[in-house]
């Protein structure tokens, strides 16, 4: 029996992928990944686990990527709360260069998404305490970390809740 269904985005090779619950009054069972179920996982393993937490509604994280030849393949969830998750396509070349996909992932979707390398990565939270799950398919190099500015105006992605908070780190990266 799948545990998984995937569908494509509009950008190639994102994929939103959704967990079946099995469940009962006690509550419920799903398979968090599987790399047999979930083709598209980079390496195919996992090398990196980063969890986090964030206290406030309306905090963007991001906009964050790993450059070649660290360049990764994530797997982001949200465990608890709901947050507004995007995925902007860095791959020069690219007919979706610069474009970007937006997508909520919550506890109570039980969604995920699978970013693929070339694309930069960041949330805004949609609820308070929100924590996320990320899957790495190779480990954090911070000589090859870059960002891009969450506001660039090249990229205009329509956050859904005004800004509450960015750290400086994110809103000093530069605008294309």
Known sequence: MPRFTSRPSDLPNLFIIERQHLGD????????????EISGFGTGSIAQINHTMTRE??????????RAP?????????LKGAIFDVAVDLRPGSPTYLKW??????????????????????????SEDCELIYLHDKPYAPDAEGGVNPLDPKINISWPLPVSQMSARDSNFAFL
């Open 101 to 126: 996909h937006g997508e909520i992932l919550s506890q109570d979707n039980a969604r995920s998404l699978l970013i693929p390398a070339g694309f930069a990565h960041g949330f805004q939270t949609l």
């Open 70 to 78: 660290h360049d990764e393949t994530k797997f982001v969830s949200c």
């Open 25 to 36: 009054d006690r509550g419920f069972f799903s398979r968090f990944f599987c790399v047999d």
């Open 57 to 66: 509604k309306g905090v963007i994280r991001g906009m964050h990527f790993q």
